[in-house]
């Protein structure tokens, strides 16, 4: 089973970036779909950005696309989420999420629900 452990947020100013660590244990991370996402003071968790273990492809929020960057290396069982030209929006706690490979629908990949196994978590803050 895979256990997963977030790690790099913190506080930035509106316009700054920060890089998002997600290490993952107890199994090969590359045959897993995994995804990163955010829970906002008194909103839903949504979907940020996720990386199709089968095919690589990746998939982005609409409000992250050209700003936020998701990769993998393998060879360290790690998932980055790469934030740029972060805005006071971005705020929240962000999860890492992992699930076993299965044929999704391409608008799935940002559903929570798609995802079994949930990091603990990490918080950004963006604010001058």
């Known amino acids: 089973q895979v256990q997963l452990v977030e790690s790099g947020g913190g506080l930035v100013k509106p316009g700054g970036s920060l890089r998002l660590v997600c290490v993952a244990t107890g ?6 779909d995994v995804g990163w996402f955010r829970q906002a003071p008194g909103k839903e968790r949504e979907g940020v950005a996720s990386s199709s273990g089968t095919n690589g492809r990746t998939y982005y929020a609409d409000s992250v696309k050209g700003r936020f960057t998701i990769s993998r290396d393998n060879a360290k069982n790690t998932v980055y989420l790469q934030m740029n030209s972060l805005e006071t929006e971005d705020t929240g706690v962000y999860y890492c999420a992992a699930d076993q490979l299965v044929d999704r629908h391409p608008v799935r990949y940002l559903w929570s629900s798609e995802y079994a196994i949930w990091g603990q978590g990490t918080e950004v803050t963006v604010s001058s």
Do not use: A, I
Not at 27 to 32: E, I, K, P, Y
């Open 27 to 32: 199994s090969t991370l590359r045959m897993h």
